[in-house]
């Protein structure tokens, strides 16, 4: 169940898993950075696709494909999610 009050440092642990586990990016010694761009991290744009489908589900939130297409860092997915889970409060 999701928790309505996640802080971002607690949203950009749960998208860099998603990350992990959609791209197969496992870097022990240097953690993914929340400006890292899906594209530098090797996604292609049905990776972003997928990416998205994810952060939804884990969420429980939905993103327009327009807002989607703005989200390029991990840092921009956890704006764009602390946004939302804000304003449905």
Do not use: C
């Amino acid at each position: 169940m999701t928790n309505k009050k996640s802080s971002k440092e607690d949203i950009l642990v749960r998208v860099q898993k998603i990350v992990e586990n959609q791209l197969g990016v496992v870097n022990k010694e240097e953690k993914l950075e929340p400006d890292n761009t899906f594209s530098s991290l090797g996604a292609d744009s049905l990776d972003t696709v997928e990416l998205v489908m994810a952060i939804e589900e884990e969420f429980k939130i939905q993103i327009p494909d327009e807002d989607a297409g703005q989200i390029e860092t991990l840092q921009q997915a956890v704006n764009y999610i602390d946004n939302v889970i804000s304003k449905e409060d």
